[in-house]
């Protein structure tokens, strides 16, 4: 699921300490690949109550983040996804600031930012935000989203 362009996991494992997962998602599985949604909604049958994406799309080509995001809407009623977003306010610049900068040097997908962030993916994939809580000082969200038949309703820009 997550190519070469990924963060280094040491810094993945530290990020994810920081996530505020609610306590109902804390024995869930997390960044599962994409394959096992794509096997599970082929017979048709919720397998998970919630599942959670952490700080996985930044690494991922547009097409791909939203495929993903499609996929686990359509096998758990649930989808919890955290990872970095667009500056809202002018207190959030820094952290945003530096969080472009990590993903930079760690040369993820260019066209994450461009595309609106975590939150551009998510409206572009047609998926309805329930719930948004930003975390470490405003650079990442975590997003709750549910699926209610919606179709996807944004283009992706390439670079």
Not at 66 to 72: H, M
Not at 73 to 82: I, N, W
Request: hydrophobic letters at 45%; a positive charge.
């Amino acid at each position: 699921m997550i190519n070469n362009r990924s963060l280094p996991v040491f810094l993945q494992k530290f990020l994810l300490r920081h996530v505020p997962w609610p306590p109902f998602a804390l024995s869930e599985p997390i960044n599962l690949p994409l394959s096992t949604f794509v096997n599970s909604s082929k017979s048709n049958e919720v397998f998970f109550p919630c599942v959670r994406l952490a700080f996985c799309l930044n690494s991922l080509t547009g097409e791909n983040s939203v495929a993903l995001l499609q996929a686990a809407a359509a096998v758990s009623p649930l989808v919890l996804v955290a990872d970095f977003k667009m500056a809202e306010r002018h207190l959030e610049q820094p952290a945003v600031c530096l969080s472009r900068l990590l993903l930079l040097l760690c040369n993820t997908d260019k066209d994450f930012f461009r595309n609106g962030g975590i939150e551009g993916m998510v409206y572009t994939s047609g998926l309805a935000v329930v719930h948004r809580r930003a975390f470490l000082g405003g650079a990442a969200v975590l997003l709750t989203l549910r699926s209610f038949g919606k179709k996807p309703n944004g283009t992706l820009i390439k670079g």
